[in-house]
Each structure stands twice: as C-alpha cells, then as structure tokens.
C-alpha cells in the first residue's frame, strides 16, 4: 500500500462546478500538507500548505485536513477552464522538504 | 520573479551514453532536490543537496549521481543511461520553510 493514495482522474466538470480532489494517507505521523498545481509540460507550483488539521481558504481555493481520517482535500469554488491541470498532494511529517511524499496526481478538466 | 531553470525542456540521449542535466536557481537557496515522475508513480526523489559540496541519497539513488559545485547549480548525472531512466525529471529548490519552487522540467528519452 502507498503512503499516499490519489485518484488520478481524469475529473471531468463543467465551467462553474464545485471540485473536490482528495488524498489518503496512512502515516499517522505526517502533519504537513500541501498541494501542488501542475500544468502540462510544467513544473509543479505550490498552491496551498496547511499545517495539522483544519481549514485554510484562498480565494476560490480551500484546503481541508482531517488528521483522525487521514484525509485531505482541495477544493475550487466556481471552476474555470485555466483550472484544468494535474494536482498534487504532498504531505511530510517535518519540516524538510526532503521529506515530502507526493500523491500521483489528480488530472483535473474543466470545460468551458 | 523567482526561477528554477534547467536547461534542457527535452533531450534524447541513446543507451549507454553518460548524461548531464543542470539545474539553475537564483533564490540563493540552500536546499536542492532531484526528482523524477513518472505515471501512476508520481514524484520520487533521486538525490537532494543542503549545501555546496553536500549530497543526501533520496529514494531512488540507482544509477544516478550528482554534483554541486556552486550555490545556484545542481547537475543530475546519469552515468550509463539506461531505457528504464526514460522520464520527466524535475529539479527543485526551497528556503528556510517548506516551499519550494520547481523547475520546468526535462523528458528525457533514452533510446
């Protein structure tokens, strides 16, 4: 079993939708989460970090961790097609980016 | 604007033939990292660096080395490539806190 699950996806949504990504995990010990956009052919750019449990809300973004399900999620209010993209959870369990363990991906489309 | 450059966006390099990739930050950031990804494994770490000179082995070392020379330079060298180092390798850098800025990437073919 990976440290980190993802659904790859593709999600498919229209123009406007709410969207949920998710990530399990399975070590009790990880208490920084991250999440990661990826356009094609780029490098990851990080869009949201959390530390411990909780919500923390950007904008149209808001991320979610609940530590005694080992679940987090993302989710995007009002979708846009500039939206579509891989994302990518990461989640480590101290400070050192080293340390981070990434999910494979969610490809997520949104179509106008 | 922050920058992580590598110089490579694509490369095709033929079995046995010894590869460089260079990787350029201008953030003055200590830490470096190595990763390649692949589908349905995602990113996994190859080799990292905390300092000029310094190396830290990460997951999947095999087959690959590095070299740190300067600051703002981290070369991933692949000694005798092989099909199986067929990838997307990203280099990354980061601070004092946890973020870190990516690179744009290299696929990287061997044949």
């Known amino acids: 079993q990976k440290e980190v699950e993802q659904d790859p996806g593709p999600l498919s949504v229209p123009e406007g939708a709410i969207v949920s990504l998710n990530c399990t995990y399975s070590n009790s010990a990880f208490q920084y989460f991250m999440w990661y956009r990826q356009y094609s052919r780029k490098g990851p750019e990080l869009l949201m970090y959390?530390?411990?449990?909780g919500n923390k809300e950007d904008g149209r973004f808001t991320a979610q961790v609940d530590k005694s399900s080992k679940y987090i999620s993302l989710f995007i209010r009002d979708s846009q097609p500039s939206d579509s993209a891989t994302y990518l959870c990461a989640m480590s369990s101290n400070t050192g980016f080293q340390k981070l363990v990434f999910g494979t991906g969610t490809r997520l489309l949104v179509s106008p | 604007d922050v920058k992580v450059t590598q110089s490579s966006r694509y490369l095709v390099k033929r079995t046995g033939e010894k590869v460089f990739l260079e990787c350029v930050q201008d953030m003055d950031h200590e830490n470096m990292f190595w990763y390649r990804q692949d589908p349905g494994l995602g990113l996994r770490l190859i080799y990292f660096s905390y300092d000029v000179k310094m190396k830290e082995k990460g997951d999947i070392p095999e087959g690959y080395s590095v070299s740190r020379e300067k600051k703002e330079r981290f070369s991933l060298i692949l000694e005798s490539a092989s099909t199986n180092q067929t990838s997307m390798y990203l280099c990354?850098?980061?601070?004092?806190?946890?973020?870190?800025?990516f690179g744009q990437g290299t696929r990287l073919t061997v044949v």
């Open positions: 959390t530390y411990s449990s």
């Open positions: 990354a850098s980061c601070g004092p806190n946890t973020e870190a800025f």
